[in-house]
C-alpha cells in the first residue's frame, strides 16, 4: 500500500499503473513500502516534514525497460523522477519534486560496457558508481584513472549531469563526458555527437556532431533519460604531487586567489585546486563541541584558535601535479616560487610514483588521483552525529577581490542565521564555485528550519551581487531559476518551449530546475 498518489491520480488507475510496471521489470523491480522507498527520501528533511515523497519507485535493467516505462506514464499521466544512484546528497538525495511521483532510480543499469586504453576513456550505464568504475580499473589492470568527486558512491552519470566536480585533469565532470545516449520522454532513443551516425568509429573521442551539440540539454533538465555515457580518463601519471598550502592571515586569501589564477592560466597546474577555510578542515576530523559548546556560530577567538593548530591556517588549498618526474619537479619549482611572495606561507609536495599501491598513499592525497572514499561523510556530523547539510553554490570569476567580497558577504550571512561558515572553494581556472554548507543536527528541527531561512537568504543576497548558482536542493529550484532573469526570463522561456515539444504529456521530471510542464506552471 502506498502512502500518496501521484497528483491527479486516483488508486484504481495508480494500481494499474504499478501492475503495468510489474510486467515490464519483474515484481522485485517495483518498490512502494515505506522502507524500502527510504532511499528516495531526502535524507536530511526533518523527520516530520512530507515534502518531496514519491508514490513508488521502479527499477529498470535495460533501455527497453526504460522505454516501456515511458509509454506507460505518458498513457497515465504519470510523473517520473530519473535518479542514477540517487546520492545527490545536500541536494534532496533521491527525493523528487513533486511528491507522488514515481522515481526512476537506474541503480540496476550497471554495466561498464567499454575500457578504452588506447584513447583513454571508459563508458558507463547510470547504475555505476565512482567505486565500481574504480575496482573495475583496478582488477583490470588498466593504467587510467577515472575522476572522482569528495564521496564515491555516487554515480558517474548522476554526478556529471548535475555538473558534478572532482579534482584531476577531467574534474569538471560534465564537460568530461564524449558522448551520449538517451531515452526521450515519449520514448524515442537518440545518441549525441558522433554516435548519431550508427557505424561511427568515434562516439566517446569527439564531441561534436554536424549541427547542433545537444548533450548541454539533458544536463540539469528533464528532457531526457541519459542511459550510457562516455568518460574521459586521465593515463595513470608516472609522477603525481599532492600540494598542501596554508597561509597564515585572512586577508592572505586574495594574493593566494590571484596567484593562483596565473598558475592556472599558465598550466602550471593543471588539476582543479580546492580552497577550505580552517572551520571547514577542522569538520573534518572534529566535531564542533570538541571546541565550543554554546550556541550561535563559532566566535572569533575560536576560529583563531582552530587556525592555530598544526598544518592549518585560515585558508588552505590542494592541488595536484602530474606527468613525468621532471616536469613535477620543474612545476611544483614554478608554483612554490610563485607562492612563496605569500610571507609565512606553508607548502608541502607529497610525491608519489605512478605504480605506488594505493593503500600507501595518504588519505588525504587519494581523491586528486582518482581513489574515491566515503571520508567525507564525517564532515557532516559537526553538530551532530545524526548531522545533514544544504548545499549553496554560487560562482565568481577568481580574482582575489571579487573572492574576498563572496566569502565576506555571504559567509556573515551564514553567520547571521547561526551557522558556521563552512564549505569549500572549488577552483577552476578562471571561476570559483563557493559550496556554502548549511551543516545541522537532521533531530533539531530548529536547526532545520534556521538552515532553511538561511539557504533563502544566502540564495536572495547572491543573486543580488550577481552570483548564479550552480546547483539547488530542490526545494529552492523554483527561486534560483528565477534569478536568470536576463530579457524577461528568455531562458526559462526557451526551456518551457523545449519542454513542451519534447515531453507534451510533462511526465518526466517535473520541476527540475524550476522547468515546469504546461499542465502544472499555474499551480
Ligand atoms: P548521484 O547518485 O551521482 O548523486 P543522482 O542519481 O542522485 O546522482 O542524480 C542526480 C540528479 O541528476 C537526479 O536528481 C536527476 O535529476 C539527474 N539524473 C541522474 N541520473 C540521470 C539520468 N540517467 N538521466 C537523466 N537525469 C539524471
Known sequence: MTTILPPGVTQETFDAVLQAFRNIVGEEG??????????????????AD???????????????????????????????????QGRNLGYGGGAPRVSGSVVVSLKRMKRII????????????PGVT???????????????????????????????????????????????????????????????????????????????????SVD??????????????????????????????????????????????????NRVIENYPVLANAVTLAASFSTRDQWYQGDGPLPEEVIEKISR??????????????????????????????LSRIPDIHIEGRKYGGDTPHDKILPMDQCQLGIPSLD??????????????????????????????????????????????????????????????????????SQVRAAQQGCKALLEAASKAGYGEYRSHLEHMDAVARTYDFNDCASMRLNMLLKDALDPKGILSPGKQGIWPRAMRDQ
Not at 565512482?130 to 564521496?151: C, E, R, T, W
Request: contains cysteine.
Open 30 to 47: 517495483v518498490l512502494i513500502s515505506e522502507d524500502a522507498l527510504k532511499p528516495h527520501r531526502d535524507p536530511y528533511a526533518f523527520a
Open 114 to 125: 567499454e575500457v578504452n586504453e588506447e584513447c583513454a576513456y571508459a563508458v558507463v550505464e
Open 216 to 265: 548541454g540539454l539533458f544536463m540539469q533538465s528533464n528532457f531526457g533519460i541519459v542511459t550510457k555515457m562516455g568518460v574521459s580518463l586521465m593515463p595513470t601519471p608516472e609522477c603525481y604531487m599532492s600540494v598542501t598550502l596554508s597561509v597564515k592571515r585572512d586577508a592572505d586569501l586574495e594574493p593566494l586567489i590571484d596567484i593562483v589564477r596565473k598558475l592556472q592560466l
Open 309 to 338: 593548530q598544526p598544518g592549518l591556517g585560515p585558508w588552505n588549498m590542494r592541488f595536484a601535479l602530474y606527468g613525468s618526474e621532471a616536469v613535477v619537479d620543474v612545476q611544483f619549482a614554478a608554483a612554490k616560487a610563485a
Open 376 to 445: 567525507i561523510l564525517e564532515a557532516v556530523k559537526w553538530r551532530g552525529e545524526a548531522g545533514g547539510h544544504i548545499g549553496v553554490s554560487p560562482v565568481a570569476p577568481l580574482i582575489g577581490r571579487e573572492v574576498r567580497q563572496q566569502c565576506d558577504l555571504l559567509g556573515s550571512i551564514m553567520r547571521q542565521h547561526g551557522f558556521d561558515y563552512v564549505g569549500g572553494i572549488l577552483i577552476t581556472p578562471r571561476s570559483t564555485l563557493q559550496i556554502f554548507e548549511f551543516t545541522f543536527d537532521t533531530l533539531n528541527e
Open 130 to 212: 565512482f567505486m565500481d568504475l574504480y575496482a573495475h580499473l583496478q582488477a583490470g589492470g588498466h593504467k587510467l584513472v577515472a575522476s572522482v568527486p569528495d564521496i564515491g558512491w555516487g554515480s558517474v552519470i548522476g554526478n556529471a549531469l548535475e555538473y558534478g566536480r572532482g579534482y584531476t585533469l577531467h574534474g569538471d565532470h560534465a564537460a568530461s563526458h564524449c558522448g551520449m545516449e538517451v531515452v526521450l520522454p515519449t520514448g524515442d532513443l537518440i545518441r549525441t555527437g558522433m554516435g548519431a551516425m550508427s557505424n561511427s568509429k568515434s562516439w566517446h573521442v569527439y564531441p561534436h556532431s554536424f549541427g547542433p
Open 50 to 84: 512530507d515534502a518531496f515523497i514519491p508514490s513508488a519507485a521502479v527499477l529498470p535493467d535495460s533501455v527497453e525497460q526504460i522505454r516501456a516505462i515511458l509509454r506507460v506514464a505518458n498513457q497515465y499521466t504519470v510523473p517520473l523522477w530519473v535518479v542514477s
